[in-house]
């Protein structure tokens, strides 16, 4: 089973959290909590790369990746497919 390296770039907002991930296009979301946030980032990076891969293309991946902005914490994840 493949992993991929997803990095996370997390900021609260009014109300709860807002992430981007910073080494692949388009995936960002909000959430209530760190941890929904998270899932989110995850289920939607999973769907990106394996809809890109089952196209027989690469993902959008960006590189390098975005660079953290102020009040942002950066966090690396292994995803597996």
Request: proline share 7%.
């Amino acid at each position: 089973m493949p992993a991929f390296g997803c990095t996370v770039l997390i900021s609260r907002e009014a109300g709860g959290f807002q992430g981007r991930v910073a080494n692949l296009k388009g995936v960002t979301a909000s959430a209530a909590s760190q941890r929904e946030l998270l899932a989110a980032i995850v289920k939607q990076f999973k769907a990106v790369v394996a809809e890109s891969l089952a196209a027989g293309g690469e993902p959008e991946w960006i590189d390098p990746p975005l660079e953290k902005e102020p009040g942002e914490q950066k966090l690396f994840l292994p995803v597996h497919l």
